[in-house]
């Protein structure tokens, strides 16, 4: 357990030109598994999210829509707050480029950038992808038939010619290096730390950080010619939403560096060599680690909006419930690698691990208390070695999560969870609580009390992961709402024999809707 250590854990912020989908939604549902995790195990969380609303992409998505800019990501910001409240996210605050805040925090980090001299005068003549909203070089495009330049992203490229202030990345070569090595959980998975590391040892150039042909963004100081490069503004929100420029303030000085940045594997140059060298340069440290995982595909294929194969999280939300995505998110594919969504591969985990595994164990369990104990929970006698052995595995899942979940494994982290799961249903399946009813009362008695000790842990397990589902599970074990933490993992006494129970009510229902 700890003592209010601080834990700072951010989502990227989304662009507002389009309406969130299922790959928001995962980014999203894995901060706040981590998030709520960390809490419950009694750290000072904080979690951010939120929109990122400038740049060339946005402006052209509200002239496309005839609406102004500002109207424009007013009302698309809202629907990614929304989303969050629709996932049950418990993020702590939400972040919107739009806002002063954040005007003087990037104005900010530009005058450190221009005090530190790492930021010069001149002109960029290069390629452009608006949907990046990215610089690549000659090498880095391909040129087709037509004529036309592909970033390696598949975007179409633009040639812009412009005045423009730089950034000097190229003299940050080595010290990325130094610090990459000097901390080598930094960029997570490891897929993704080599693909960083040939990068940044392939060379850097300098990197344009303003632009001239278009103005919604925040003003250069001194120049308001010059908005700057989106993607400047956009990390800055990390800093923005902890009080920087205020780098003495207390929320500044408990929160940075953050813990985690977590990301999709798209954007993780931005994140992992662009953003330390723009705090390195700034004088501040960089975050501690920067995890990608991968993208999502639907039924085999790329999810994009002209294949018309957009997973809408509301409707996944309505067809099969909100604990039953997120568990499948977070359950389908070792967290970092790519996946794809199923139908059928939802069905199976909803109906086989969820109603039939874990639903079936706190149902049985609860039922036979409430039919066989008068409702209210069982005395238990002397503790058996399978009682023991059962006890002491929910009792051990604790540190098992711990480290599951620092590496933001949640795959394993469940898996963990489900072989405990597994065990209590074998548990229950050898120990027959149903003869011993005739049998022997007494002993049935102590098996419904092991079987219902096991379920309290199991649902504190599950707390991140379906905080709902888990807290239903607590109420039918009349758990108190303080003694749903970590520091009662494992502890005994927390349940009380002879206390009434609100009796028993199913909580993971069986996909019984049309195929789709
Ligand atoms: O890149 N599978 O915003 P964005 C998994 N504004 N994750 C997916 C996904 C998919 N198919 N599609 C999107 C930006 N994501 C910038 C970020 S941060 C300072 C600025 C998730 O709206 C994933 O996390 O394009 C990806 O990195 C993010 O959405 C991109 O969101």
């Known amino acids: 357990?700890?003592?209010?250590?601080?834990?700072?854990?951010?989502?990227?912020?989304?662009?507002?030109?389009?309406?969130?989908?299922?790959?928001?939604?995962y980014t999203t549902l894995a901060c706040d598994v981590l998030a709520r995790f960390k809490r419950l195990d009694g750290h000072d969380v904080r979690f951010l999210t939120g929109t990122d609303e400038h740049g060339q992409k946005v402006e052209k998505a509200a002239a496309v829509a005839g609406e102004a800019p500002q109207p424009f990501t007013d009302r698309m910001?809202?629907?990614?707050?929304?989303?969050?409240?629709?996932?049950?996210?418990?993020?702590?605050?939400?972040?919107?480029?739009?806002?002063?805040?954040?005007?003087?925090?990037?104005?900010?980090?530009?005058?450190?950038?221009?005090?530190?001299?790492?930021?010069?005068?001149?002109?960029?003549?290069?390629?452009?992808?608006?949907?990046?909203?990215?610089?690549?070089?000659?090498?880095?495009?391909?040129?087709?038939?037509n004529g036309t330049r592909i970033a390696p992203t598949g975007a179409?490229?633009?040639?812009?010619?412009?005045?423009?202030?730089?950034?000097?990345?190229?003299?940050?070569?080595?010290?990325?290096?130094?610090?990459?090595?000097?901390?080598?959980?930094?960029i997570a998975p490891q897929s993704r730390h080599n693909e960083i590391l040939s990068f940044v040892k392939g060379g850097l150039q300098d990197l344009s950080v303003s632009r001239t042909t278009f103005n919604w963004g925040i003003p250069v100081p001194g120049d308001h010619a010059h908005v700057m490069y989106v993607w400047l503004d956009a990390l800055t929100n990390y800093i923005t939403a902890i009080g920087y420029p205020e780098t003495n303030s207390d929320s500044f000085t408990r929160y940075w560096p953050a813990d985690l940045h977590m990301v999709g594997k798209d954007i993780v140059r931005f994140h992992a060599v662009y953003w330390p060298a723009f705090l390195m340069a700034a004088g501040m440290a960089p975050p501690k680690r920067v995890f990608a995982h991968g993208w999502w595909t639907n039924e085999g294929e790329k999810i994009s909006k002209s294949l018309g194969n957009v997973i809408d999280p509301y409707d996944l939300i309505e067809r099969y419930g909100l604990d039953q995505i997120r568990y499948f998110l977070l359950r389908e594919v070792p967290f970092g690698n790519d996946g794809d969504f199923s139908h059928r591969s939802m069905v199976q985990r909803m109906n086989g691990e969820l109603a039939n595994d874990y639903g079936n164990l706190v149902q049985r369990?609860?039922?036979?208390?409430?039919?066989?104990?008068?409702?209210?929970?069982?005395?238990?006698?002397?503790l058996s070695t399978e009682d023991e052995g059962l006890l002491g595995a929910v009792g051990g899942l604790l540190e098992t999560l711990r480290r599951a979940m620092d590496r933001q494994a949640f795959h394993e982290a469940l898996e963990d969870i489900w072989r405990v799961v597994r065990g209590a249903n074998a548990y229950?399946?050898?120990?027959?609580?149903?003869?011993l009813r005739k049998?022997?009362?007494?002993?049935?008695?102590?098996?419904?009390?092991?079987?219902?000790?096991?379920?309290?842990?199991?649902?504190?397990?599950?707390?991140?992961?379906?905080?709902?589902?888990?807290?239903?599970?607590?109420?039918?074990?009349?758990v108190a709402t303080d003694a749903r933490n970590y520091a009662m993992f494992g502890k005994a006494g927390t349940l009380n024999p002879g206390k009434a129970l609100p009796g028993p009510q199913g909580v993971f229902p069986r996909y019984s809707g049309k195929d789709v």
């Open 428 to 435: 229950i399946a050898r120990e027959e609580p149903w003869v």
């Open 156 to 186: 179409i490229c633009e040639w812009v010619e412009e005045p423009s202030y730089f950034f000097r990345l190229s003299e940050w070569q080595d010290r990325l290096l130094a610090f990459y090595e000097a901390n080598p959980d930094f």
């Open 365 to 382: 369990t609860l039922s036979m208390i409430d039919r066989n104990c008068g409702g209210t929970l069982p005395e238990p006698g002397g």
């Open 77 to 145: 910001s809202n629907n990614f707050r929304r989303l969050a409240d629709a996932l049950h996210i418990s993020n702590d605050d939400f972040i919107r480029t739009t806002e002063y805040r954040h005007k003087l925090a990037s104005q900010g980090i530009w005058d450190a950038l221009v005090a530190a001299g790492d930021i010069y005068p001149g002109t960029y003549a290069g390629w452009y992808s608006v949907r990046d909203e990215a610089f690549f070089t000659e090498s880095e495009v391909t040129k087709q038939e």
């Open 439 to 478: 049998t022997d009362p007494a002993r049935m008695g102590t098996v419904l009390f092991v079987a219902a000790e096991t379920i309290r842990g199991l649902a504190l397990a599950t707390l991140p992961f379906m905080p709902d589902a888990s807290h239903r599970i607590l109420d039918q074990l009349a």
């Open 1 to 25: 357990m700890s003592d209010g250590t601080p834990f700072y854990i951010t989502t990227p912020i989304y662009y507002v030109n389009d309406a969130p989908h299922i790959g928001h939604a």
